[in-house]
């Protein structure tokens, strides 16, 4: 038996969480997309722990640590855990209803999708390599008022809906690819109490759209035919 913890195996939860740090640290331009692609590759095939060490040696933020080592970002010397995140609306609403945080979304070769009632963070990062995500916020409980997405897909795809009192701001950059908002299919309605909602990253040889749509189980009324019922 091994007394060594960085010998230790990891799980797939450390290669998500490892995943998703990548993917933040390519939304904030800290890594080329090839090199995003080859430490993904990297971290998947990672069997323990002194595996990802590398990979992470050079972003900052939270990674996973063998058991017993202090959970610290790397290259921070003592640096804190960050705290539970508290719902904007739940404390706007008084609600005190639990749901689930999702930090991240991922697909590789494959789909994944984030829809219903879920509690986005400050931050949220989407990474689609020939796949595809589905974001869907309009029942999401957001975090903070402010929300900023970093969306990066390389021959996939990212959609991102939103209900009509959310704020969208897309800056995103299309290579080959789209990253744009499309026409809203419901009318805006914003105040200075919306949501405001920020999309960034890159699009490579793939696409991501933001559309404004109804709320779910909302349906357009049919006009009646003449003389009908």
Sequence with gaps: MTTDPSQLRISDADRHKVAELLQGAAGEGRLETDELEERLEATYAAKIYADLVPIVADIPGEAPTSPGAPVVPYGVSGAPTRPAPVSFEKAAAGSAVPVVHYP??????G???RKGVWEIGATHSVFTLMGGAEIDLRE???AQREVTIHANTCMGGVEITVNAWTHVIVDGVGIMGGFAQDR????AQLDQNS???????????????VVRKPMPGERKRKRKPLGGR
Excluded: Q
């Excluded at 809203?184 to 009318?187: F, I, L, S």
């Design 184 to 187: 809203d299919r419901v009318e």
């Design 104 to 109: 991240s979304s991922v697909a590789i070769m």
């Design 195 to 209: 949501p405001i909602v920020r999309v960034k990253g890159v699009a490579l040889m793939g696409g991501v759209s």
């Design 111 to 113: 789909g994944v999708e």
């Design 140 to 142: 999401a409980r957001f």
